[in-house]
């Protein structure tokens, strides 16, 4: 068996991009949560996957959504990211917002949107895998560095030198 917190590091070696993933309960308020989790998976049809705990406080409506909305953050957005982060029902007061397919809430200042109607689910062991198609899509004009995670804390893009080129 492969000890947990060894794991933890070695995937926390892959830097991600961080989103915060919306959706709504079965009473129809709003649910949201940060997420490192999430991919693309198909150009045609288009689709994209992420994953939740289920130990997440907002898991059984993210279970149960038939639509939810990716949104890409920029390195200018960490509070964002924390806000969402944490256990709380209170996330999106004060939040400018529109309402996406489905009646999701779509955060106003995030420019790259993924708005999905859940097309699978799948088991992933102490997490579910969320498979969306993606119906719109909201991109910038001009778009800033991304939110990166990595080692377990955020990240900035760094200028990579050109090794080939030396």
């Known amino acids: 068996m492969i000890d947990p917190a060894k794991l933890r590091r070695a995937f926390g070696q892959f830097a991600t991009g961080v989103t915060i993933v919306t959706a709504l309960d ?7 949560v940060t997420a490192s989790s999430f991919n693309t998976v198909s150009l045609q049809p288009a689709l994209v996957l992420w994953s939740i705990a289920r130990s997440a406080y907002s898991f059984a409506a993210f279970a149960s959504a038939p639509h ?22 209170d996330k999106f007061a004060g ?9 999701v809430p779509l955060l106003e200042t995030v420019s790259t949107v993924f708005e999905c109607e859940t097309a699978h689910r799948y088991d992933g062991g ?33 200028a990579a030198e050109d090794v080939l080129n030396g």
């Open 95 to 103: 939040l400018s917002m529109r309402k996406g397919e489905g009646g």
């Open 126 to 158: 102490d997490h579910l895998i969320l498979v969306g198609k993606v119906l719109n899509l909201r991109l910038p004009e001009a778009p800033g560095e991304p939110l990166l995670f990595h080692r377990g804390r955020y990240a900035a893009v760094e």
């Open 26 to 32: 079965a009473e129809g308020a709003p649910v949201g």
């Open 68 to 89: 939810f909305a990716v949104h890409v953050l920029d390195a200018s957005q960490r509070r964002l990211s924390d806000r969402f982060a944490r256990a709380s029902s």
